[in-house]
């Protein structure tokens, strides 16, 4: 139960601090790159691709890319449209072979593109993102640290897709399904679709964003082909490519990298690949958590939102009634959930991070029955991945909640349903804080 009281002893201070000393600093981790022209052109690139502010890494999770429903056999070639939960959507379109350019048009009929047979399953643990690529001796330095198992490079950017500033990441199709989740791993379907030229987008992305599967969308300049739902847990990155689909689209090439340690601390090994990585590198950690007073079941009440605060967010909020809600949007004329509570708690001084699966790690989870106006609730929505955060919500009180629902609907106060509640947050400024 949370401790309410004002007063508390210099005893709970001490461990109020210690805890949010604890609490991980790459905590729903946010990286950020600077915007900036690219310096190279791929060979008939209609426009190039500014390197853009990427929201990366937050809770990198076990579940990247997971798909949920498809029950296709590792070594099928079947690249049937696998039905989801929801009337309408699949989660990987039908092959469609051929030109890989992303130069666009018809695709004639070819051999499938070729991917490496799955042949082991990588856990990941940390995850490096740098602004320009990382050189070739950082990489090797990487991967010899002691405890390092295995790193895998790949790139990471913004890309516009149908007017969307979307987080990409490029990854070589053969090796970079063993970092992922096996049911995903062990589709070929989806794999070959990706080394053959198309875009794996996030559920979110294609349900409330507009991009509908099989699709075929402008990606910075080229046409690409929507061939997978499929939501990645690396806080904002919504769609995956090849690495050859990445540099057509102008994205730098090998600027991060995912990192396997399973027998080291985490915290440890990411201070220690600070030391060596260019300046201006980001690390996180996988599966951040949120880390108790040590000794302690009670957070004081000076841990969380003043009343003063919490009422100026409540009023942000509620001041945005009937403004649509927008895939991406943050205000202040349009929204998308997690949007909405970023901005609405900002005019509160309250930073908050910018994705739902950030969020849900800005404070301690406490009952729905304890709920108070002003703490958060969240969701796990996505068929694509069961486990991924993928919508908050605020609460609004007696049974109430303020959100920006979804792609149609309006930012708008609305009972509470349980239907895959993951939880309640209560925010914590100084938690919220770490979290980048």
Same mark, same amino acid.
């Given at each position: 139960?949370?401790? !309410?009281?004002?007063?508390?002893?210099?005893?709970?201070?001490?461990?109020?601090?210690?805890?949010?000393?604890?609490?991980?600093?790459?905590?729903?981790?946010? =990286?950020?790159?600077?915007?900036?022209? $690219? /310096?190279?052109?791929?060979? &008939?690139?209609? !426009?190039?691709? =500014?390197?853009?502010?990427?929201?990366?890494?937050?809770?990198?999770?076990?579940?990247?890319?997971?798909?949920?429903?498809?029950?296709?056999?590792?070594?099928?070639?079947?690249?049937?449209?696998?039905?989801?939960?929801? $009337?309408?959507?699949?989660?990987?379109?039908?092959?469609?072979?051929?030109?890989?350019?992303?130069? &666009?048009?018809?695709?004639?009929?070819?051999?499938?593109?070729?991917?490496? =047979?799955?042949? !082991?399953?990588?856990?990941?643990?940390?995850?490096?993102?740098?602004?320009?690529?990382?050189?070739?001796?950082?990489?090797?330095?990487?991967?010899?640290?002691?405890?390092?198992?295995?790193? +895998?490079?790949?790139? @990471?950017?913004?890309?516009?897709?149908?007017?969307?500033?979307?987080?990409?990441?490029?990854?070589?199709?053969?090796?970079?399904? @063993?970092?992922?989740?096996?049911?995903?791993?062990?589709?070929?379907?989806?794999?070959?679709? *990706?080394?053959?030229?198309?875009?794996?987008?996030?559920?979110?992305?294609?349900?409330?964003?507009?991009?509908?599967?099989?699709?075929?969308?402008?990606?910075?300049?080229?046409?690409?082909?929507?061939? %997978?739902?499929?939501?990645?847990?690396?806080?904002?990155? %919504?769609?995956?490519?090849?690495?050859?689909?990445?540099?057509?689209?102008?994205?730098?090439?090998?600027?991060?990298?995912?990192?396997?340690?399973? +027998?080291?601390?985490?915290?440890?090994?990411?201070?220690?690949?600070?030391? *060596?990585?260019?300046?201006?590198?980001? /690390?996180?950690?996988?599966?951040?958590?949120?880390?108790?007073?040590?000794?302690?079941?009670?957070?004081? @009440?000076?841990?969380?939102?003043?009343?003063?605060?919490?009422?100026?967010?409540?009023?942000?909020?509620?001041?945005?009634?009937?403004?649509?809600?927008?895939?991406?949007?943050?205000?202040?004329?349009?929204?998308?959930?997690?949007?909405?509570?970023?901005?609405?708690?900002?005019?509160?001084?309250?930073?908050? $991070?910018?994705?739902?699966?950030?969020?849900?790690?800005?404070?301690?989870?406490?009952?729905?029955?304890?709920?108070?106006?002003?703490?958060?609730?969240?969701?796990?929505?996505?068929?694509?991945?069961? &486990?991924?955060?993928?919508?908050?919500? *605020?609460?609004?009180?007696?049974?109430?909640?303020?959100?920006? =629902?979804?792609?149609?609907?309006? /930012?708008?106060?609305?009972?509470?349903?349980?239907?895959?509640?993951?939880? /309640?947050?209560?925010?914590? $400024?100084?938690? %919220?804080?770490?979290?980048?």
């Amino acid at each position: 139960m949370l401790d !309410r009281r004002a007063r508390f002893s210099t005893r709970v201070r001490r461990n109020l601090a210690r805890a949010l000393s604890e609490t991980r600093q790459d905590l729903a981790y946010r =990286p950020r790159l600077p915007r900036r022209d $690219p /310096v190279r052109r791929a060979a &008939g690139l209609r !426009r190039a691709v =500014p390197l853009i502010t990427v929201l990366l890494v937050s809770v990198l999770s076990a579940d990247v890319l997971i798909l949920t429903g498809m029950d296709e056999a590792a070594g099928s070639d079947t690249a049937a449209v696998q039905i989801g939960r929801r $009337p309408g959507h699949g989660y990987v379109a039908a092959a469609q072979r051929g030109d890989a350019s992303g130069r &666009g048009g018809p695709r004639p009929t070819a051999a499938p593109a070729a991917v490496a =047979p799955l042949t !082991r399953l990588i856990r990941p643990h940390l995850f490096v993102v740098a602004d320009h690529p990382l050189p070739p001796d950082v990489v090797d330095r990487v991967r010899h640290q002691k405890g390092v198992a295995s790193a +895998e490079v790949t790139d @990471a950017a913004g890309v516009l897709v149908d007017g969307k500033r979307v987080q990409t990441m490029g990854v070589d199709p053969s090796t970079f399904r @063993a970092y992922t989740p096996s049911i995903t791993a062990a589709s070929d379907a989806l794999w070959r679709n *990706i080394a053959d030229g198309d875009m794996a987008v996030s559920f979110e992305l294609g349900h409330d964003g507009g991009v509908k599967l099989g699709s075929t969308v402008d990606g910075g300049g080229r046409r690409l082909r929507i061939g %997978a739902y499929a939501t990645v847990g690396m806080g904002s990155i %919504a769609a995956v490519v090849s690495h050859r689909t990445a540099m057509a689209l102008g994205v730098p090439q090998g600027n991060a990298l995912v990192v396997s340690a399973p +027998e080291v601390d985490s915290g440890k090994l990411r201070s220690a690949l600070l030391s *060596i990585l260019p300046k201006g590198s980001q /690390v996180a950690t996988i599966n951040p958590v949120v880390v108790a007073p040590k000794g302690r079941t009670a957070w004081p @009440a000076s841990a969380f939102m003043a009343p003063q605060q919490l009422q100026t967010a409540l009023q942000a909020a509620v001041s945005k009634l009937g403004r649509p809600y927008v895939w991406g949007a943050e205000g202040p004329d349009s929204f998308d959930c997690s949007g909405l509570v970023q901005w609405a708690y900002g005019q509160a001084g309250v930073r908050m $991070p910018r994705v739902a699966a950030q969020q849900w790690a800005a404070g301690p989870q406490i009952p729905l029955s304890q709920a108070q106006p002003g703490d958060l609730l969240f969701w796990r929505n996505d068929p694509t991945n069961p &486990g991924y955060i993928s919508h908050v919500a *605020i609460y609004w009180g007696n049974g109430k909640m303020l959100h920006a =629902p979804h792609t149609g609907d309006v /930012v708008r106060i609305a009972d509470v349903y349980t239907k895959n509640l993951a939880g /309640v947050v209560r925010v914590s $400024p100084a938690v %919220a804080a770490r979290v980048r």
